[in-house]
């Protein structure tokens, strides 16, 4: 397989190679980190194909250039770990795993540790005179975080955000190295915001640290070469040390060095280095910020980062991101992630032939996964193990289709959901973890799950009822729908049948998208039932609720309410074989009591 080179030794030789490639666009204007280098990443990342990457070279009230958007499109985030196509990563886990055969159960389960422990992937030491990353350095009165570029992402945002930080920890009790993405608010010139969450990695160490009442060591690097940067938001097993994978992915290991006041160690090529610790017993209120759910996520007390140390190299460049409503950089990180993690899913669940987690879904929301079904209730059965597999756990809606539906093609899953779906038995509920980004349960960082069995029955499996098909003079036309449900249901404002009747849709297999006014006095329930009762919608059978200013038409954006605002435990209301789906914002007329963010804008 030919593949591109990713051994960058460091950020600027990445960056000099999308220049040569032609996908980088400089800035060269004075620019402020205070909303406008976000505003213009913004509209760079919904550009056609992701835009460019940015490199801002005057940054206001800075000594240091910025850039955005490096791994924001399909040629950049191969570029950056040098592949032509995603998929060749997953090609290259699946010939490391058929090298490294496992040798036993315990092997099995952890597969990818032990593949790449073997092979020549381990970080190697700095033994140079003075590593870059360490070119000039800053201690005591001389740390100011004020210094840095650091971007001020959305209007509401509490303060400037580091947005991709390499945070290294080390576990007190094995000595395990990790390295996490978590994005550091900037309170003052020495300390920060951390936010690792409740689930993560780089959180069960800082607990190892509470419980023994020690200071728990950490080193922050901002702007490695670009595997290293990946590698970080990686949901790897917590006793694999991230820069292995960075090791495999540029085929070349990682150059570590000593920090120079803690004991931690960093990528000897980074750009900028914070070293520091958190105390076990501090926390402080952090965010608001506009995060990649598309809204604001709400304040919380969070640990606090002190910085003893910032080292950085002679001429740094600092590399931030900006996260918000799907397309954005991020998504081209996660793309990554599915991709390289194909193999190891299948590793633990063989009857899997693909999966596809749609960027609407914001990652933690919904993946479809299509199988090779074999027995009775086998979807139920990868579904259930699907929501015990690591940050997969997190996942809300688990949507399976058999193996000739190809999961990633939304037109045929779809067409499955509108030909095949027996709302009364296709639908599992269940209750699990929830990704603390997520807003639409009730109670924080848990509550409801959905299955959604898509898959053809197999014997043995009581055998989905009849979809009814309503007489041909009973099929009404979109006008007299509309005048007759907005006649009888007060606070209907408006309606869309998908697909299109105009075009060839006969209206049994078609779903209702239809407008409220809400929240208010009227809950989803109450509309839901009044909606069931209508005789002349009794051929759909799901109703999606939305709230009255969402433009039914825009497929992403009905795909990215219904995704994010649902809890499927609540907010889906069933009859025999119909439901409605409410994907509106909720309120205690729904029994939600805690607070609902805010929607990302620059129009404040
Ligand atoms: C740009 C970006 C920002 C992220 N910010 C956070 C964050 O602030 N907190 C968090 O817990 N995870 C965040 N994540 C996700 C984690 O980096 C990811 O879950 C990673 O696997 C965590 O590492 P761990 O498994 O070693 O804990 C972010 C991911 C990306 C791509």
Known sequence: MKRPNAAYKNLGEFVTALERAGELKRIRRQVSAHLEISRLTDAESKSPQGGKALFFERVTDSPFPAATNLFGSPRRIGMALGVEHLDQLGERVRDLMEITPPGSFRDMLGLLPTALSVTRFFPRRFRGQTPPCQEVVLQGEDVDLGQLPVLHCWPKDAGPFVTLPLVFTRSLKTGVRNVGMYRLQVFDRSTTGMHWHIHKDGSNYYNEYRRAGRRMPVAVAIGADPATIYAATAPLPRNLDEMMLAGFIRSRPVTMTRCLTVDMEVPAEAEFVLEGYVDPDERRI????????????????????????????????????????????????????????????????????????????????????????????????????????????????????????????????????????????????????????????????????????????????????????????????????????????????????????????????????????????????????????????????????YDADIDLDNNSLVLWKLFNNTDPGRDIHIAEARCVVDACKKDASDGHLREWPDELTFDV
């Open 286 to 545: 952090e965010g608001p910020f506009g995060d990649h759910t598309g809204y604001y996520s709400l304040a919380d007390e969070y640990p606090v980062f002190h910085v003893t140390a910032i080292t950085h190299r002679r001429r740094p460049l600092y590399c931030a991101t900006l996260v918000g409503r799907p397309p954005m950089e991020d998504c081209y990180l996660a793309k990554a992630t599915e991709r390289l993690f194909l193999p190891l899913l299948q590793a633990a669940f063989p009857e899997i032939e693909d999966y596809w987690l749609p960027w609407d879904g914001v990652f933690h929301n919904i993946v479809v996964v299509s199988i090779d079904k074999a027995y009775p209730l086998h979807a139920q059965q990868v579904m259930s193990g699907l929501w015990g597999q690591g940050q997969m756990s997190f996942c809300k809606i688990i949507v399976v289709v058999d193996r000739d539906v190809n999961p990633q093609d939304p037109a045929q899953v779809i067409a499955k959901l509108l030909t095949q779906l027996d709302v009364g038995a296709d639908l599992t509920f269940t209750q699990g973890v929830l990704d603390v980004l997520d807003h639409s349960s009730p109670t924080p960082i848990q509550g409801s799950k959905l299955g959604v069995d898509l898959t053809a029955r197999v014997a043995g499996e009581t055998p989905r009822r009849p979809i009814q098909k309503p007489a041909e003079k009973a099929r009404p036309s979109l006008d007299r729908l509309e005048q007759q449900v907005t006649a009888r249901v007060p606070g209907v404002v408006g309606l869309r049948v998908f697909p299109d009747a105009r075009r060839g849709n006969n209206g049994n297999t078609a779903l209702l998208m239809v407008n409220v006014l809400k929240p208010g006095d009227r809950s989803g329930r109450e509309y839901a039932r009044q909606l069931l009762d209508l005789d002349i919608l009794t051929a759909f059978r799901v109703i999606l609720l």
